[in-house]
């Protein structure tokens, strides 16, 4: 049986008379990721709360553990990327706990076990932003607790809700998704320019994603960086030498099995006779709907073909 994804909330604290987190926590319980069903529980607001999560991994492995609190003050969400060592509470907990400049462990601040660098988190709903500082109260104390309790690389991180959000529950299921999806590897992706045009190269059919067009590149190999996974790549596939010149920007995709950081690239053909050996067409286009393009390979041709008409 595949290891449940964890997903906690809180319960009213404060003059809140409702707690978005324990709200949306509770709606996912059942729901399914990635293969992977989700278990809802809502925390007290109090130290019990604060270490149910610790005693729970006592006895399960989670998939991927979620912790959700409300920002009151918050316009956009927040994926908080740090634990501080530190309890300072401007109110008291419902407890009547009232904590203040204490140190949770004296150990030091802890980090959340996720990537969101392999996340494309500006394509992510309702523009989450990235943060360090997941506040001195229940939040911080939870996901500290938490952290210090997982001893793998079981994905973990907090994910403070505002008061009023678009689709609070889109973005969850999107994290959880995040979460669970494999690695990103990094793939270099070659714009070559010329007389105002980029190259597409159509996928030979003994390839995978035959006839879909894309730029050509390939993985990185140990030690190389974009330029030189370019080089080496379009020098294997086409047989031509090139330069390159600026970096275009980076797209992440999920094929399903695999999920890829593309680095794009200008590139300038300094010599070399073209021959084709994973392709078995190519094309100099203008725009981006010339050909059908393989995953964000369109949004990519878009973005160069913007780029050569501004410098026109």
């Known amino acids: 049986m595949a290891k449940p994804i964890l997903v906690t909330g809180f319960e009213p604290f404060g003059a809140h008379l409702v707690n978005v987190s324990g709200q949306i926590a509770s709606e996912l319980h059942g729901y399914?990721?990635?293969?992977?069903k989700i278990e809802s529980h809502i925390l007290s607001v109090d130290y019990e709360g604060s270490i149910l999560t610790s005693n729970l991994l006592e006895e399960t492995n989670f998939a991927a553990i979620i912790h959700l609190g409300l920002a009151e003050n918050s316009c956009n969400p927040r994926i908080e990327i740090r634990a501080k060592d530190i309890l300072d509470f401007r109110i008291p907990d419902n407890s009547g706990r009232q904590i203040m400049n204490t140190h949770i462990s004296g150990d030091g601040d802890l980090f959340s076990t996720i990537k969101?660098?392999?996340?494309?988190?500006?394509?992510?709903i309702d523009s989450p932003t990235i943060s360090q500082d997941a506040g001195e109260y229940l939040c911080n104390e939870t996901l500290y607790r938490t952290l210090m309790k997982i001893n793998d690389q079981t994905p973990c991180?907090?994910?403070?809700?505002?008061l009023h959000q678009n689709d609070a529950k889109g973005l969850v299921l999107q994290c959880i998704d995040r979460m669970l999806r494999p690695p990103c590897i990094d793939?270099?992706?070659?714009?070559?320019i010329r007389d105002g045009k980029f190259l597409a190269a159509r996928r030979a059919p003994s390839e995978k994603h035959a006839g879909w067009w894309e730029f050509p590149g390939g993985k990185f190999e140990e030690g190389e960086d974009a330029s030189q996974c370019l080089i080496?790549?379009?020098?294997e596939e086409?047989?031509?030498?090139?330069?390159?010149?600026?970096?275009?920007?980076?797209w992440i995709f999920d094929h399903g099995d695999v999920v890829v950081r593309l680095h794009v690239m200008e590139c300038f053909v300094l010599g070399g006779t073209l021959k084709l050996h994973v392709h078995d067409e190519i094309k100099w286009c203008k725009g981006p709907d010339e050909v059908d393009?393989?995953?964000?390979?369109?949004?990519?041709?878009?973005?160069?073909s913007a780029r050569l008409q501004h410098h026109l």
């Open 32 to 36: 399914e990721v990635r293969g992977h």
């Open 116 to 124: 969101p660098e392999d996340w494309d988190v500006s394509a992510m």
């Open 157 to 162: 991180f907090f994910l403070h809700l505002p």
């Open 187 to 192: 793939v270099g992706a070659g714009a070559i």
């Open 232 to 235: 080496r790549e379009i020098n």
């Open 238 to 250: 086409l047989e031509l030498d090139v330069s390159t010149g600026d970096s275009i920007g980076e």
């Open 293 to 304: 393009w393989l995953g964000p390979d369109r949004d990519i041709a878009a973005a160069i």
